[in-house]
């Protein structure tokens, strides 16, 4: 068909590009920025069905959603047949990188979840071998009398070898840019493939995702294909790839090991299995094409490479517009976080909707643990969608082998059910919608109510299940692995109980009781809501319990802290940041809160420092206590040997992300603004420094600056892992955020006491409303669909229970010094007052 047909089949605006950040219980999109871009977004795909459970309008097709897959795209037609589209990279050793590419990942980004628009660079170096590494041994060598005589040995005849495998990845480094939009009816994509060096061999492979039975094609230039649909069998959905230029060579083979002998140098079997396009590239050459999927065979012929970049172009462009984005030392994460995020949104083959992949770059689909509940809560700020997306997938997830038949959160962590409704809860102070919390409620009660089974003596708190023997696993009923907190529980055999195999212990557990305790509080939130007077009721009553026996049997009073407690009455003093837990669940006394933050959390022997939160406290025996230490190398103390774990890791010293939400959260929770606001920082720029650095959202951080876990560099399971978001959502929170805990649920929190610098956060949608904020030291603004609300101006200020309505506003506000608040009312009024240092109620 004649080039100039493509632009009339994707429309004179090209590509949607919004976030879909859709109003709840409607499928209208936020306002565009002018009248063509409006006319595009009204016709964007894929569209979502109504909130709260949105699902994808097929055909579709979106960059990305499989895992790992972060060079493709999904195809997906009407009766659910499916289509892959990849690019795969060409090593200088042969190999074709066409899957599983974490460790070939450079760059993320931009990016948008609904797959608008996505860019990402790939390599064939997967950095196995980094500087890092080679620094490391070179400083075993250096200094063989910090280090055992094995280490400097081992060192001694790596150092050679890893130094010839880095050279040689340097030289035969080849580097892709790829970039994809989706065309203004959802059912295509624009895309371009640029070389950036020499000698560059890169791929088209048109495909299935996951092994679907189809017939692929040649036709001119182009690759097509055809498939049954998985739902509906009698629909047939088609695909078309059409790339601006001939390829140097192509084919069709009869599975994908066939296509990858053909393209390495070898012989492959022909068949109709998979479709393949070569193109040798040189350096900055780029390669353009589009590809659609239709029940019709698709016709709309051979893109001009110009008008794909000006669609490129635009689409990237509108990411920030439209998208999560911001800017400051904290602020700018918010670009990170919507880019990681989108990364990692996958497509739920099962159930026919988005979720996000956990991590691990193996994850192998949906994972129900407590990870995901942390996932939910950053997609949020990204996409309510997604979130609602992702959440869904939890509660329709049926139970893992082995387990207790429940559905949803998987029982064998006892957290995940309490984070979950935690999750769910932040989801309907974000959106405003029932339905969420009645679809999660049923679930979340039976998970609830069948915890007391861990009550090992029947005195009202809980006791850690037993999860065997194996050094590295006792602490997994709360997903904390081989934290030295639960090393010494005894085994405890369990009378009745849901049919769980697992036997009691004697330790009643300090992070437990606070998630049982969470749980509690939450579903009589819920059952508030809900109209459930009798549930509300029972929930709280539970919560007051657990809040008056922890208070009464887990308050160490010499030291200051809650700590696990054996049935003996011994104690046990790991001190580890789930000291500070019973803050999140709402459990703490106003003054023990105090004593946790002022003498322990802020103590630089104990947690504080430029790298927060170790696992395990610093002045702990057990910390860090995960290898050898050498304390007298300034960058390599945690280092042993190449490919070996480090003293830091897992729960022995190394920074956890979801640790670092808990606890910053807790400390929002109770007031203490100031260290929110520090502590929100220092793990942002932790985030950040990875992301800059590296490019990398990893699972772990180093608790000290400096430092490397050093298996973690090398480890697809620390590269990509979704929760790693949880560091940056802090500050991103911090900035603004909705109200999960007492008051109105509605109320908005803003501004901050001590985020460093000036930063803003763009394009934050609560309530159907899409917020800005602003806040530097001595100026703070909130606008909200456009139109400027509340500014305070003179000091620095923290703003919660913001409500706004026609007649007025109430909030109290936190002040560093003396400042005027003015608040701009929707009936076009405006309203004034100064306000003195410190804590202020304000009513205008």
């Given amino acids: 068909m004649p080039r100039r047909h493509f632009i009339a089949a994707v429309g004179a605006t090209g ?14 999109a936020a ?57 795969g990279l060409l090593t200088g050793q042969g190999k074709l990188v066409r899957e599983k590419m974490t460790n070939h990942l450079w760059r993320i980004g931009p990016m948008t979840p609904d797959g608008a628009y996505k860019e990402v660079r790939v390599s064939t170096d997967d950095r196995t071998v980094m500087p890092a590494h080679l620094d490391a ?35 035969q480094k080849r580097t892709i840019r790829v970039r994809y939009a989706r065309t203004a009816d959802g059912a295509g994509l624009v895309g371009a493939v640029t070389a950036l060096d020499d000698d560059t061999t890169v791929v088209l492979e048109l495909g299935t995702p996951w092994g679907e039975k189809a017939a692929f094609a040649l036709d001119g230039q182009d690759a097509t294909g055809s498939a049954a649909g998985l739902v509906d069998t009698g629909r047939t959905g088609r ?5 601006t230029e001939p390829a140097d060579s192509a084919g069709c083979w009869a599975s994908v090991a066939d296509l990858t002998a053909a393209v390495t140098g070898g012989t492959g079997t022909p ?37 794909v970049e000006r669609l490129l172009a635009a689409a990237g462009a509108r990411v920030r517009e439209r998208g999560l984005t911001g800017t400051g030392p904290v602020g700018r994460a918010a670009d990170a976080v919507r880019d990681a995020l989108s990364l990692n949104t996958n497509y739920d083959k099962d159930r026919h909707r988005n979720f996000v992949m956990w991590g691990w770059g193996g994850g ?64 309907y102070t974000k959106l405003g919608d029932r339905t969420v919390l009645e679809r999660a409620y049923p679930a979340l009660v039976t998970f609830h109510d069948l915890l007391p089974e861990w009550d090992t003596d029947r005195d009202g708190l809980l006791e850690t299940p037993y999860f065997g023997d194996r050094v590295g696993g006792r602490g997994n009923h709360l997903g904390l692995d081989d934290s030295p907190v639960y090393a010494d529980y005894h085994r405890i055999a369990k009378q009745g109980g849901s049919g769980d195999a697992r036997d009691n212990t004697d330790l009643t557990d300090v992070a437990l009781n606070s998630y049982y305790a969470l749980l509690s509080e939450i579903l009589a939130k819920m059952a508030r809501v809900l109209g459930r007077r009798a549930d509300a009721e029972r929930f709280a009553a539970q919560h007051a319990t657990v809040k008056r026996l922890l208070n009464a ?70 910390y860090c206590t995960g290898g050898t230490v050498h304390p007298e190398s300034e960058h390599f103390r945690f280092f042993e040997r190449y490919g070996d774990g480090s003293a830091p890791e897992q729960w022995k010293g190394a920074a956890w992300p979801p640790m670092n939400f808990t606890v910053y959260d807790g400390v929002k929770r109770y007031g203490f603004d100031e260290a929110a606001g520090a502590f929100a920082a220092r793990s942002t720029a932790m985030y950040l420094h990875a992301w800059d650095s590296e490019g990398w959202f990893p699972e772990s951080f180093d608790p000290e600056p ?15 892992y979704s929760w790693s978001n949880a560091m940056a959502v802090q500050g991103l929170h911090e900035l603004l955020s909705d109200n999960p805990w007492d008051g109105d649920p509605a109320a908005l929190l803003f501004g901050s006491l001590s985020l460093p610098g000036a930063n803003t956060v763009d394009n934050v949608v609560l309530r159907g409303h899409t917020y800005s904020v602003s806040a530097g030291p001595r100026r703070t603004t909130l606008v909200r669909d456009g139109r400027t609300v509340f500014r305070a101006t003179g000091a620095r200020v923290a703003v919660r229970g913001f409500v706004l309505r026609d007649s007025g506003a109430s909030f109290d506000v936190h002040a560093d010094g003396p400042a005027r608040i003015e608040v701009f009312l929707p009936n076009g009024r405006s309203r004034g007052r100064k306000v003195p240092a410190g804590h202020t109620g304000v009513e205008l």
């Fill in 15 to 28: 590509v949607a590009g919004q976030a879909l950040a859709l109003t709840p219980g409607t499928a209208t």
């Fill in 31 to 87: 306002p565009a920025a002018n009248g063509a871009a409006a006319a595009a977004a009204d016709r964007s795909g894929p569209q979502e069905a109504a909130l709260p459970y949105p699902t994808h309008r097929r055909p579709f097709a979106m960059p990305g959603v499989r895992e790992q897959d972060w060079t493709g795209a999904l195809f997906v037609g009407e009766g659910e047949s499916r289509f892959a589209l990849r690019v």
């Fill in 137 to 171: 041994l070179r400083e075993v060598i250096a200094h063989p009398d910090r280090w055992s005589q094995s280490a400097v040995a081992d060192a001694t005849a790596k150092l050679p070898q890893l130094e010839q495998k880095y050279a040689q990845a340097q030289e």
């Fill in 239 to 243: 695909v078309r790839l059409s790339p």
């Fill in 271 to 307: 068949g109709d299995a998979v479709a393949g396009l070569v193109y040798r590239l040189g350096r900055n050459q780029t390669l353009t094409f589009a590809a659609r999927v239709s029940d019709e065979p698709p016709h709309d012929g051979t893109p001009e490479a110009h008008d």
């Fill in 364 to 427: 192998g689909g949906l994972f129900t643990g407590w990870d995901s509940a942390f996932d939910c809560v950053e997609a949020a700020l990204v996409s309510h969608p997604l979130a609602v997306q992702h959440e869904t997938d939890v509660f329709e997830a049926p139970a893992p082998p082995n387990q207790v038949e429940l559905t949803g959160p998987r029982y064998d962590q006892q957290n995940a059910g309490p984070m979950h409704a935690y999750a769910v809860w932040r989801l």
């Fill in 553 to 622: 049997r887990l308050w160490h009073a010499e030291k200051g802290l809650y700590l696990s407690r054996y049935l003996d009455g011994t104690w046990n003093e790991t001190v580890t940041p789930t000291v500070f837990y019973p803050l999140f669940a709402g459990l703490a006394t106003r003054e023990r809160a105090r004593i946790l933050v002022e003498e322990h959390l802020l103590n630089e022997d104990e947690f504080w420092g430029e790298y927060v939160i170790p696992s395990v406290a610093r002045n702990d025996p057990s």
């Fill in 706 to 720: 400096g430092q490397r876990i050093m298996s973690s560099a090398v480890d697809t399971a620390w590269r990509t």
